[in-house]
């Protein structure tokens, strides 16, 4: 199983003058006209800063490049803001991806997981792959065996989730 994606939020903790750091620091992008939110952009990460001082990291890749670029965001706003008042991230959504041993016939799969109940969608003309939603996460399973796991917070909801599918798939 393996990482893909992980998106975290947070809070500054005090409002930001969005005009005064987009003005003064080539790293943020803001125009009021096309969207509430700067963007801090560094290091292939783009930064999500709202004036109500809530912030959003989507596209890290692990917990470690998490923590990276909210260091690096504290310090490109240290001149505007206090960051002794910064929350650090939490993670509010995880992707995953992983792989069954075989390929797999999506429509034999939702046709037995339809039976059983299972909130499962298979519209290949829409999208070539089948959708498993549970109480916990979503699965995107394509025919090659790879699926996805998405919703997670953390990493022991994944791994149990990642189970729960390939058990679920053994049984089918």
């Known amino acids: 199983m393996k990482i893909e994606n992980i998106v975290s939020s947070g809070s500054f903790n005090q409002p930001i003058d969005l005009h005064k750091p987009s003005s003064n620091c080539s790293y943020i992008e803001y125009g009021k006209n096309r969207y509430p939110g700067a963007y801090l952009k560094f290091d292939g990460h783009s930064v999500t800063i709202y004036r109500t001082g809530k912030y959003i990291m989507p596209g890290m890749r692990s917990f470690q490049d998490m923590q990276q670029t909210f260091k690096r965001v504290k310090e490109i706003l240290s001149p505007f803001t206090d960051v002794t008042l910064f929350a650090e991230p939490e993670v509010r959504n995880m992707v995953y991806s ?75």
């Open 98 to 172: 992983s792989q069954t041993k075989h390929e797999l016939n999506l429509t034999n799969i939702y046709l037995e997981l339809i039976s059983q109940e299972l909130d499962a969608i298979y519209e290949p003309e829409a999208f070539p792959g089948l959708i498993l939603k549970t109480q916990d996460c979503t699965f995107n399973v394509f025919p090659s065996g790879k699926f996805l796991i998405l919703g997670c917070t953390n990493e022991m909801q994944a791994t149990v989730a990642e189970q729960y599918f390939l058990n679920l798939i053994d049984i089918l």
